[in-house]
């Protein structure tokens, strides 16, 4: 990053326009009455046992397709068995399955835009491993926001991509939206923060820029503050960490091709 460049922080906008365009041929319709918790006990339990057989073959294709690595996963120990928040940056069309893989339980949900449920066959999977869409509507937000209770409440894992916007191999950190920290404020839920960098060292046979994705400590809600200002100290926490990381990390930091090929605006 250019030192003429602004520095993203906690309070930049996040990013609106996607820069990944998708077939989406189906329409589906996400208001107040969609089940964001599934109700089909044949449907949990196939979920459940797809997502079992899912974790160990991901690891393996995480491995063999990308040369993932994974560092910090010891911050998770103390979290077995319990409900949390997950963050990460968005930066790869399969970046949820570097997740999955690294959190390794199969009751683990991924929050996704609706659009992603419009997708042939992804749409499938999608659905399968957990995925629940984000809804718009003020009444299905209300919904949304009880299901994400409920399951934290069950003690499963939710994650959120706070940046929203996917942008392929975008080194560093953008605008985060405020609805990750809002839940884990709200349901006193601890947040993960994950952050994936690139590296064009011990590529091997991979001739592009391999990733780490790296598990920070998790941040724990405030009580002594008010709800709306435990949700903003969190969504601050939580990117300062990860920015931190992030430059403390031997890493690819520029962006001038992916700026370049987006058509991005640094400087907003």
């Known amino acids: 990053m250019s030192d003429d460049v602004k520095k993203p922080t906690a309070e930049t906008a996040p990013d609106e326009k996607h820069v990944v365009?998708?077939?989406?041929?189906?329409?589906?319709?996400?208001?107040?009455?969609?089940?964001?918790?599934?109700?089909?006990?044949?449907?949990?339990?196939?979920?459940?046992?797809?997502?079992?057989?899912?974790?160990?073959?991901?690891?393996a294709f995480n491995k063999l397709?990308?040369?993932?690595?994974?560092?910090?996963?010891?911050?998770?120990d103390n979290l077995k068995g319990k409900g949390y928040i997950t963050v990460c940056n968005h930066v790869n069309l399969m970046d949820c399955g570097m997740v999955a893989a690294t959190i390794g339980r199969s009751d683990m949900v991924f929050t996704t835009i609706p659009e992603?449920?419009?997708?042939?066959?992804?749409?499938?999977l999608v659905k399968a491993l957990g995925g629940i869409p984000i809804p718009r509507g003020v009444k299905a937000l209300e919904k949304f926001s009880e299901a994400v209770g409920k399951m934290l409440e069950r003690g499963q894992v939710v994650h959120f991509y706070p940046e929203a916007v996917l942008v392929p191999r975008y080194n560093g950190l953008r605008g985060f939206r405020r609805g990750a920290f809002s839940y884990a404020a709200k349901f006193d839920a601890p947040i993960v923060p994950m952050i994936i960098t690139f590296s064009n060292k011990n590529k091997g046979l991979h001739r592009k820029p391999t990733p780490t994705i790296h598990v920070l400590p998790p941040v724990y809600p405030d009580k002594n503050l008010s709800e709306r200002e435990r949700s903003n100290q969190m969504k601050k926490e939580v990117f300062d960490e990860m920015e931190k990381k992030f430059e403390q990390t031997d890493c690819l930091k520029d962006n001038t091709e992916?700026?370049?090929?987006?058509?991005?605006?640094?400087?907003?």
């Open 21 to 59: 365009k998708m077939w989406t041929p189906y329409n589906i319709k996400v208001d107040e009455t969609y089940k964001f918790i599934p109700e089909s006990k044949a449907f949990i339990r196939f979920s459940n046992g797809f997502k079992s057989i899912a974790i160990p073959l991901l690891r």
């Open 258 to 268: 992916v700026i370049k090929k987006y058509g991005l605006d640094e400087n907003k």
């Open 116 to 124: 992603n449920f419009e997708i042939p066959v992804v749409r499938l």
């Open 65 to 76: 397709v990308f040369n993932l690595k994974v560092e910090g996963k010891e911050n998770l």
